[in-house]
């Protein structure tokens, strides 16, 4: 019970302040890659301003970091907090696609 | 294994090199392996044994070749893999800790990904890359690359980055199998891969015929080389994968003329005197009880006292059985499996398809290398396919075993003593030689009768004899002829009695006579003997007749001339002047 509220503490805070986590996997300076790693931080700016954590990996660095994520298609983008963990593969130009990936979607 | 790898490497063309899979089987039919560094595609239906043949391909190459390999499974974990292999004698976990082996698990959910935008699949090359380059693996699977479809959108993409995977494969040099699921209708993959796979195709199948379950290999397409064309049976068992390439009828086997004893004295004779031909085919066929299995067993017995080996494939009785009952009859076999001279091979004809026993006999013999095979009985496969099914399966058998020089008996019931030309299997027609044992009904009993109905290459006998199970093994009687024909049993042993009494009796006859030429002769003798004394008196008597005739003439002369002398008036001294006178007077 107590996990289960834990949860739903943590769905209630989604946009009170815990910072989110972000990981996003790239593959050098492909054109995929750099309109991601551009769109992403200006999503994050306008959305999460302040409040998150955005980790850059290039997989042709370091390519064991794939297997453990279980990279296939990239770009890939990991929201590792808040839970739940989601992921989202694209250029990121797809901003509502996004913003629902990473839970702010106003559904509107 | 090695035997294979030998067979075929000749068979290689220069032009495209090939990679050994270490199946069994399986690479005699592609000549050779699979196109060295490049993609083939293994498609089929689901369980038909896609994932077990690719994992077998990394695992006998990085065993048997010292050539590593890449494992990408999309659809079980690394772990459930090395489970599901396990039992297969193939340690995942060890060849992993090696680096001879690599298993990379990709999972893929749709339901956790969202697509945000254009994207390609660069990461999976990028893993697939690093897995290559971190072992050196020269052999990569994908398992199941289909799996892609069902977790990511973008169709488009997909395709154009599959032609890319694959023509990266290719550069990469790596011999690589994909595998696919078998599609709606005619397709071979749901997502057409074969399309970007086009240098060797090999299509899985797995088919339930009366309740049977067969799985079957085809390559479908295999560029720039030849390959066997057929659909080949092949078996899953503790030893992995074996594939059947039975379908070289070439009728190009070495035969031999060295001869073998059946086991059965009487059957050698009635066989030319010597037996049968070493590599050899013999059917024994007969109605229930006719002593078939006998017959099989003398001829196991025997060839295992020749120190040779026998494979005894046994489908109706068990092992145990079969012993128990030799044994009642003279002949242990149990001493011979001790010596690991016999190997049983007890399973029952429904246990599997007819392909299947085909699959298992074959790699039976294959691993103990008898030099005899004996099938008892094989009219029971006739329940599990059609005559000309069994036929050809029974074909198939027969010329493997010809190639290896192998002699083989196969034992068949005829379920209708009428109709004694064919069997029900028809392989009459195709083995060497065909004994028939069969039910004499005559005079309220029922004896055996055995008869050499055909044998290629010899003299044989064209005679019916009868056939006697004792305690101390099976013998043939010799041919009995009574005034009423062919006596068998108990009939013959009554003729054979009633024919020694009137034997008795003639010769006795024979003495009495003999005796009574002799008193006869005596007799004669003897009076052949008073004759001659007889003669010789009257010649005596003759004679002295005779000497008294000449007696009295000469005394008659003197008297005469001393008449006459006295009338001339001389004197007695006169007389002396004619000595002649005196001569004959004297004789």
Not at chain 1, 11 to 22: F, K, Q, R, S
Not at chain 2, 250 to 266: C, D, H, L, P, Y
Not at chain 2, 387 to 416: H, P, W, Y
Request: proline share 3%.
């Amino acid at each position: 019970m107590a996990d289960q509220d834990g949860v739903l503490d943590r769905y209630d805070n989604n946009t009170a302040g815990e910072p989110y986590v972000l990981r996003l996997f790239i593959t050098g300076a492909s054109p995929n890659s750099i309109r991601a790693v551009e769109n992403i931080k200006s999503i994050c700016d306008e959305y999460l301003k302040d409040r998150y954590q955005l980790e850059i990996i290039d997989i042709h660095q370091q390519p064991q970091l794939a297997e453990g994520e279980d990279v296939i298609a990239v770009p890939l983008m990991i929201k590792k907090s808040p839970y739940p963990e989601r992921r989202m593969i694209g250029d990121m130009s797809d901003t509502q696609r996004v913003l629902k990936g990473l839970g702010l979607a106003t559904n509107s | 294994m090695s035997k294979t790898q030998k067979k075929s490497s000749p068979i290689l063309y220069g032009t495209l090199p090939k990679v050994l899979t270490g199946i069994v089987g399986l690479d005699e039919i592609t000549e050779g392996g699979l196109p060295q560094g490049r993609p083939t595609l293994i498609c089929g239906e689901a369980g038909c044994g896609k994932t077990l043949m690719s994992l077998e391909f990394i695992v006998r190459g990085a065993v048997q070749y010292n050539e590593p390999g890449v494992f990408v499974a999309f659809e079980e974990k690394s772990d459930e893999l090395a489970m599901n292999v396990a039992s297969l004698g193939f340690d995942l976990k060890k060849l992993q800790d090696q680096k001879k082996l690599k298993i990379d698990h990709v999972h893929i959910d749709r339901s956790e990904i969202e697509e945000t935008g254009e994207y390609d699949l660069e990461g999976l090359f990028i893993r697939l890359g690093y897995a290559i380059d971190s072992i050196g693996a020269k052999r990569v699977v994908l398992d199941t690359l289909e799996n892609l479809f069902s977790g990511l959108n973008n169709q488009a993409v997909l395709r154009m980055e599959l032609r890319r995977l694959f023509g990266w494969l290719k550069e990469k040099g790596v011999t690589a199998i994909i595998t696919g699921e078998r599609g709606e209708g005619n397709s071979l993959t749901r997502q057409g891969l074969e399309e970007y796979v086009s240098d060797c195709v090999i299509l899985l199948d797995n088919r339930v015929v009366n309740q049977i379950t067969t799985r079957r290999l085809r390559v479908i397409k295999y560029r720039g080389t030849v390959h066997g064309t057929n659909e080949y049976p092949f078996l899953i068992d503790e030893d992995g994968i074996s594939v059947l390439p039975v379908t070289s009828l070439k009728m190009a086997n070495k035969v031999s003329t060295e001869r073998i004893s059946t086991g059965v004295k009487g059957l050698d004779d009635m066989l030319g005197g010597k037996g049968l031909y070493r590599g050899g085919s013999v059917l024994v066929s007969g109605t229930a009880g006719t002593g078939k299995t006998s017959l099989a067993a003398s001829f196991a017995n025997e060839t295992c006292n020749r120190k040779e080996k026998c494979v005894y494939f046994a489908m109706e009785e068990s092992p145990s059985q079969i012993i128990r009952n030799m044994r009642s009859i003279g002949i242990d076999l149990q001493k011979h499996i001790d010596k690991e001279l016999l190997i049983f091979n007890a399973s029952r004809p429904n246990l599997y398809g007819l392909e299947m026993h085909l699959v298992a006999m074959h790699k039976c013999i294959r691993k103990y290398k008898p030099s005899v095979v004996i099938i008892d009985p094989i009219t029971n496969f006739i329940n599990i396919g059609s005559v000309s099914d069994v036929k050809n399966m029974l074909v198939r058998m027969i010329d493997f075993l010809q190639e290896e020089g192998i002699s083989v008996m196969f034992t068949a019931l005829s379920l209708n003593t009428i109709v004694n030309e064919q069997t029900d299997e028809g392989v009459s027609s195709l083995v060497d030689a065909w004994i028939l044992v069969r039910d004499i009904e005559f005079n309220g009993e029922r004896n055996r009768g055995l008869y050499v109905m055909k044998s290629r290459g010899m003299k044989h006998s064209n005679q019916v004899r009868e056939f006697v199970i004792t305690n101390t093994g099976l013998t043939l009687v010799d041919v009995y002829l009574g005034p009423d024909g062919i006596l068998t049993g108990s009939a013959r042993e009554q003729q054979m009695l009633v024919e020694k009494t009137g034997e008795a009796i003639h010769s006795s006859a024979v003495n009495r006579k003999d005796r009574e030429i002799l008193r006869k002769r005596k007799v004669l003798e003897a009076k052949i003997a008073s004759l001659h004394s007889e003669f010789e008196s009257v010649e005596e008597e003759l004679n002295k007749v005779y000497l008294e005739e000449e007696l009295k003439k000469q005394i008659l002369d003197r008297n005469r001339e001393e008449v006459t002398r006295l009338r001339r008036g001389e004197t007695a001294e006169t007389t002396k002047k004619h000595p002649k006178n005196d001569g004959k007077a004297n004789r």
